[in-house]
């Protein structure tokens, strides 16, 4: 098979009268593969740094579908809480971080977007698992989680704060 007649990239050909094997692009052409890739939408980035805010917009129905597919896709290793502390932990799996430090507090919400896209240490990529959209999802209740752990009682409504108090 090594001997076999080919043509290997970018070398000379008697084919075609300019002598090259591989032709230009015709004009228009559409590329393979995905094109959606460049947008900040489906990388999570805008020029090469991740983004700070969502590009979908913020609703109810967005955190609640985070949550579920969180509770679905992510809770076994992160658990509900986004502590670190899911089943598989407690049967010798490694423990990923808590959502709950500092480094991940500060952390764009792009960042999170990457790491369920590609995965990051010992979690592999979910991106043929989980939609953009639902990465999305999952990354606002991810903010969500972070933002309820770490709540200033002072910078609530005073409604909130009774409201809070009732529940007790």
């Known amino acids: 098979m090594e001997n076999q007649p080919k043509a290997k990239p970018l070398s000379e050909s008697d084919f075609f009268s300019n002598q090259a094997n591989a032709r230009p692009i015709p004009p228009h052409t559409v590329e393979r593969g995905d094109a959606r890739q460049n947008t900040a939408f489906y990388t999570g980035l805008t020029n090469g740094t991740y983004v700070t805010q969502l590009p979908v917009n913020l609703t109810p129905g967005l955190l609640a579908r985070g949550r579920e597919r969180f509770d679905a896709m992510c809770a076994e290793c992160h658990d509900r809480t986004g502590s670190g502390n899911g089943l598989v932990v407690l049967r010798g799996f490694p423990q990923p971080p808590s959502y709950h430090v500092p480094r991940l507090r500060n952390a764009p919400i792009g960042h999170f977007f990457d790491v369920i896209t590609n995965g990051y240490g010992v979690m592999y990529s979910y991106a043929t698992r989980v939609e953009p959209e639902d990465r999305w999802a999952i990354a606002a209740y991810i903010r969500a989680l972070q933002l ?21």
């Not at 309820?148 to 007790?168: C, D, F, G, M």
């Open 148 to 168: 309820s752990h770490n709540v200033n009682v002072s910078e609530l409504t005073p409604a909130e704060q009774q409201k809070l108090e009732n529940q007790k």
